[in-house]
Structure formats: C-alpha cells, structure tokens
C-alpha cells in the first residue's frame, strides 16, 4: 500500500469521476422535498453535546456509545452531529419560527458522524437527507411524510422496498408497556449485554434496538406496544393506515420497528430493503411530539424522517437504477503551435460564454495526443487549429461520432455556424431532444388549428 496517509475509517471519498450520482440524488431528493412544500435549513456540524443528550435519548446507543465529543475551551463540550434532528428543532427554536404559523417545514442534506462497527451500508461519516414538518397532529401529517418519502424512492426508481409502520405509543400508554418489557427481561436478565441491564433499569425499550445478538435474540420474544396502546394512540394509528390505503402507498405492520432513537411518540417508519444485508433500513422516521417542549419550546406535535444517501445509491447502484450523466465536453479544439493555441483559447472563451462546454490544450501535446484525449473524455467535435487554418480563416468541426467535417470560417459567424452543426446532430442522435423539438411543432399545429 502506498505510503499515504490514508482517509479515517468508516469514512468516503466520492471521486470526480462518481459525483454525479450524488448530484442526481440531491437533486431528485431536493426537488421532491420543495415540491411538498419544504424549505431547505442549514445547521451547524456540531452542537452544544447537551442538545444531543437531551433529544436522541442518554439509554441510546448513538449517545452510550457513538458520539464524537470534542471539550473546547471552559467548561463546554461540543458533539459532531450524530443526525439532523435535533439541531433542526434547535435552529426552529432558536429563530422564532414557531411564530411563523403552522406546519413549518424544513429539509436538510447533511453529513452525520457516529462511531460504530463499521460495515457494508454503516459508516462512521454518512449523509442524511432529512425532512421535519413542525406543528401538525393529524395522521394526514405522518401519511405526507410518508408519501414525500415514497415518492423520492420512486423517482430514484428503486424497486422491492418494504414500508414498514409501527405506533410506539405516548408517554401514557408506555407505563404499562414499561412494567410488561421488565417483567419479560428481568426474567433473562443474565443473558443481556451490560448495557442493556442499566437499560432495563432506566429504559426498557432500548433494549429492543440494541445491536448485540444475544439480546437482539431475546428481544424478538418480547411483549409488543401495539398491544398496550392507548385510544387515542390508537386511533392516530387507524388514521395513519387509512390515508396510506387511500394514497395507494403500500405497508406492512412491523411491531418490532421500534427506531433506535428517544424522541419518537406514535407513527415509526422505516423503508427497508433487502439488497445490503444487514443494512438494510434506506430511510427511518416517525413522529416525535414531546420533543420541542422537552427542549424548552411550547408543547408542539413535530415528526419528520431522514435517509441514509450511501445506503440510498448503494441500492440504486445494485438495482442497476439509472443515475444523470454529466454533461460532458461539447467541443475540444487542437491546436498546433502557440498561435494556434492563442485562437483556441480566444474561441474557448467565445463558446464557452455562449454555454457551451469547451476544452483547448493545456499541456503542451502533440497533435495525435490531443486527438486521443479528445477523444478519452468524449468531446462531440472537435476543431485542429493550425498555421494553415489560421492563414486561410477556415477550419473544420469534426462530428466525433460520425467522423462528419464542416468548414467553417473563423470569424464572427463561427457560433451561429456551429449552432446549426450541433442542432443538427442533436436531431440525429438525441432521443429526448428530438420529442422537445416535436412537441413545439405539435403545438404550432394545435394553434394552427
Ligand atoms: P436513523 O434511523 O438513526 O434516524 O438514521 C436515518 C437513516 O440514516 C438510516 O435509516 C440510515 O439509512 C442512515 N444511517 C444511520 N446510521 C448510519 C450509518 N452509520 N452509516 C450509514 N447510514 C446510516 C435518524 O437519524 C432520525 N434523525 C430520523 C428522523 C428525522 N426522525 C425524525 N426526523
């Protein structure tokens, strides 16, 4: 291995030559988002550690075991965000817009750092695309939520995803369920991991998502909350079924979704699929309603849900999904000597303020080597500027796919020449381009009529 110093573990570089598939989804996950009526928020990569503590939950594993905490000077300690969430309703707090009227809504794409295991699908820096939607109770709520997502996996084209939904009941019908999980794990209380005993203690329902086998085994065994569920917890969940069935989105009831994270109250989702193993959760989320006030805020009802983007393209890349091209170079000019190379640079200039992509010599090739790179990174015609076309003022665009040379003079009309050569090859060779220019010639004729 070369004596580098290598990237840290559990962390990704996305290459040049890969970014447009990061591209695509941001875009695709961006559009959908705005188009539900979220706004894009920014928030800082790190928050006071409390803020985390407080909202993920202190019987959690994000919080037991996988935050990157840093002291700072004084007596302050900041963590490197572990999710969206809590700096999201933090930033809601923070700058008064719960008095914009209700719902608000916020989408966010950000990098997360937790310190786990690392495997296929878990890192320890990862990108969530999150949404949250702030002041809305109904079940019509948890059913947009669920559709945007829905709607995103969709357009990306994925295929053979499972939603699975779960109500995990409110403070009120937990206290039952607490007693009913004890009394199940106190009895094999020997086989659980030491974490999980403080969890029996403080938290029962922690034990329900924790990563070791032995108790994920026992834990499969345990009671269920949607048994112990209150009338109106209950209700909310008939509600939130009923507008899936009318928005055709297909679920399946899942008791042992139970999300790994404190704030959650009633809906829990997640999309699930079954082509990354172990890692298989594409997107999880739920409703959190005693989170805003047990930040300090009014008692507000919020939910919200966050997608993983490595797990997101990884099942893309292996569903064979369609990702968008970069749109790659439009004319590449040779040029053979330092004349030539000052024309190119000066056409360069001209095309490129134009809009089109252009590239010109940089290095000092020699003709043929030009020619090849051209050719490497796909350039659609090409021009070779030499002493003898700058002499005569004519040089020629050659169509790179066809082999195709039309002469043209190098003068002020050269634009609307190579405007007519690259319309034309548009024509000939672009599918999407070809129905654009159809459906205006459909119209002509409509308004003909
Ligand atoms: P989460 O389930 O912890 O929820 O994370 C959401 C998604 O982030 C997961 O479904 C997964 O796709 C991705 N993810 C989590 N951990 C890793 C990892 N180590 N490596 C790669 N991907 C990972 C939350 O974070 C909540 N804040 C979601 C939410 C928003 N709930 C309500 N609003």
Redesign the pocket.
């Known amino acids: 291995m070369a004596n580098y110093i290598q990237r840290p573990k ?1 962390t990704q570089d996305v290459v040049p030559s890969q970014s447009y598939k990061w591209h695509t989804v941001e875009r695709i996950v961006a559009e959908t988002a705005e188009q539900f009526g979220f706004r894009e928020i920014r928030i800082p990569t790190f928050e006071e550690t409390g803020l985390f503590v407080r909202s ?1 939950g202190d019987t959690t594993d ?1 919080v037991q075991k ?1 935050m990157y905490t840093v002291s700072s000077t004084g007596d302050s300690t900041f963590t490197l965000r ?5 700096g ?1 309703i933090r930033a809601i707090l923070e700058n008064g817009i719960l008095n914009e009227g209700f719902p608000q809504r916020a989408y966010y794409i950000l990098s ?1 750092f ?1 310190h ?1 295991n ?1 495997q296929k ?8 695309f ?3 939607m702030v002041g809305a109770a109904d079940p019509a709520a948890d059913a947009d939520i669920i559709a945007l997502v829905k709607s995103i996996l969709d357009r990306v084209g994925l295929k053979n995803i499972r939603l699975d939904i779960n109500s995990i009941g409110c403070p009120k019908c937990r206290g039952e369920y607490h007693k009913a999980l004890k009394a199940f794990f106190e009895d094999r209380k020997d086989e659980l991991c030491e974490t999980c005993h403080e969890r029996l203690e403080r938290n029962p329902m922690r034990i329900l998502d924790c990563k070791v086998e032995d108790c994920k085994k026992i834990a499969a065994d345990a009671p269920v909350i949607l048994d112990y569920l209150c009338d109106d917890c209950k209700s909310h969940f008939e509600g939130l079924q009923e507008n899936l069935r009318v928005m055709g989105i297909d679920f399946v009831i899942n008791p042992h979704t139970v ?3 404190d ?2 109250t009633r809906t829990v989702f ?2 699930v699929t079954t082509d990354l193993g172990a ?1 298989g ?8 309603d005693g989170l805003i006030s047990s930040l300090g805020g009014p008692q507000t009802p ?11 393209i990884l099942t893309m890349e292996k569903q064979g999904c369609e990702f968008m091209e970069p749109k790659g170079c439009d004319i590449y000019f040779v040029s053979m000597g330092s004349n030539a190379q000052k024309k190119a640079m000066e056409l360069t200039a001209k095309f490129r303020e134009e809009g089109y992509y252009v590239q010109y010599d940089i290095v000092g090739r020699g003709l043929k080597p030009q020619m090849k790179y051209a050719d490497k990174i796909g350039a659609k015609f090409v021009m070779v500027l030499g002493d003898s076309e700058l002499e005569t003022g004519k040089a020629k665009f050659k169509n790179m796919q066809t082999g195709e040379q039309t002469e043209v003079s190098l003068d002020d009309s050269i634009l609307e020449s190579f405007g007519e050569i690259y319309y034309t090859m548009l024509l000939d060779t672009d599918e999407d381009f070809r129905d654009f220019v159809d459906s205006f010639a459909e119209d002509d004729f409509e308004l003909g009529n």
């Open positions: 559990g993920v994000v996988e572990p999710e969206g969430t809590a999201t997360c937790r786990e690392v699908g878990r890192l320890r820096e990862f990108h969530q999150g949404c949250e999300r790994g994270l704030y959650y997640e999309f890692q959760v594409v997107c999880g989320g739920g409703r959190y919020a939910l919200g849900f966050a997608m993983g983007l490595e797990r997101l």
